[in-house]
């Protein structure tokens, strides 16, 4: 934009059973922060998969956010966006049954079974993978937006933030590590959307600021901010970003993010958002655990289950023949930056009425790094907190195959399905 002054940031890296639904916190491994290295995705198509069929659509109702504006829509996998109403109130996204992808267990095929399984050439047992093994997840993201007096210093308090996004208890004083502003070139609605659906730019981030707070700090100053990467910021520097001559409120939002981690992009906790408003003298923006609501779809139950020997570990899983994620989006292989299979005692039905406490309720969890490739082999994964390595997986538990694209802004899995054990 011509005239306005130079980011603050610093250097920014290029781009790269049936459904149920609630309304509940959103947790935030790598949301918004990490939009600095954002994830590209592409709105969802109304029409399935070569070979698969739609699933039945199952509506639900978004929350209501304090202060806030109508919820933008999250991407349907399969199926068809719901709109969003007024005062955070819309209508949910339909959760489709995905389509094929090349070379996969299409939709309208037969599920994968034991007596299918076949071995590779280093003798490892290749896991069936396919969107009709897949967990379906559609959402509806709403952020609270408070007004505020054009080229002030604000004041920021995250005193109230006694729940993060999981509606998991948070301490303000000793869990919040990392507080962040950051300006977008997008109106709020947009900015929502972007989140909301993985669709965020890192051209669209002009700029932003943070402070790291000692303990039993729960408010600030903007004036007691410094940049992103660390450089202190004169006050009049800030004060020309809250210029609304440059930069309109129809088409700019700041957003306010909490996180439990002083490294960008990560364990985000909490969002809030603020616009210029010139008739308004209030200085103050206030974060409390409404201050960002999110309405979800996850469909587990109703997926194909996906068939491995008990007690085997070289397990082969190749990603590469997908073609959607779980949110009917692009299935860009690259992405995938984490594997992780999850013991639980509670059965299919029981986790996907709990989703978003996946990673809290499993018994064992066992993780694996993807540095670079479309595949691994599950003898890479190790506890998450013994370090033992994954033993394959008994017949009496239910257990998870989690894909992960740690880098994007929604933490829901691009892939997830359930193992069901073979003899």
């Known amino acids: 934009m011509s005239g306005t002054p130079d980011p603050i940031v610093g250097p920014l890296p290029t781009d790269e059973g049936s459904s149920m639904t609630r309304t509940t916190h959103l947790t935030l491994a790598a949301f918004v922060l990490a939009s600095l290295a954002a994830c590209s995705g592409e709105p969802p198509g109304n029409s399935p998969g070569s070979g698969g069929t739609p699933g039945t659509p199952s509506g639900g109702t978004a929350g209501t956010s304090s202060g806030g504006t109508g919820a933008s829509s999250g991407g349907a996998s399969g199926g068809t966006v719901g709109g969003a109403g007024a005062g955070g109130v819309g209508d949910a996204g339909m959760s489709g049954g995905g389509g094929t992808s090349t070379g996969g267990s299409g939709g309208g095929g037969g599920a994968p079974t034991c007596e299918s399984l076949t071995m590779d050439a280093m003798g490892n047992v290749v896991v069936p993978v396919s969107e009709a093994q897949n967990y379906t997840f559609s959402s509806s993201l709403s952020i609270s937006v408070t007004p505020v007096a054009p080229k002030s210093d604000l004041t920021f308090d995250w005193s109230a933030v006694t729940k993060d996004f999981m509606d998991h208890e948070l301490n303000p004083a000793t869990d919040v590590e990392h507080v962040a502003v950051l300006v977008w070139e997008l109106s709020h609605a947009a900015l929502e959307e972007g989140i909301n659906n993985d669709s965020l730019k890192q ?165 694996g790094q993807v540095t670079a490739g479309e595949s691994l082999v599950l003898t890479n994964l190790t506890h998450s907190v013994t370090n033992a390595p994954f033993p394959g997986i008994d017949a009496t538990s239910t257990w998870l195959l989690v894909l992960r694209c740690g880098s994007c802004m929604n933490p829901a899995p691009w892939y997830l399905t359930v193992l069901s054990p073979c003899p």
């Open 203 to 367: 051209k669209s981030l002009l700029t932003g600021a943070r402070l790291d707070p000692a303990d039993g700090v729960t408010s600030a100053n903007l004036f007691s901010f410094g940049a992103i990467t660390g450089q202190p910021i004169e006050p009049e520097q800030i004060l020309e970003f809250l210029d609304p001559t440059l930069y309109p409120p129809e088409a700019f939002t700041y957003l306010v993010v909490l996180s439990s981690s002083t490294e960008i992009g990560r364990e985000a906790r909490m969002l809030k958002a603020f616009r210029l408003d010139a008739s308004t003298t209030n200085t103050s923006v206030a974060l409390d655990p409404t201050s960002a609501l999110l309405t979800y779809q996850a469909d587990i139950v109703g997926r194909q289950t996906t068939p491995v020997p008990v007690g085997k570990a070289n397990l082969y899983v190749d990603w590469s023949q997908l073609a959607t994620n779980a949110f009917g989006r692009d299935f860009v292989d690259t992405k995938i930056d984490e594997v992780m299979v999850a013991r639980f005692t509670e059965t299919p039905a029981e986790l996907q009425a709990d989703f978003l406490d996946l990673e809290l309720n499993a018994e064992d969890m066992y993780r």
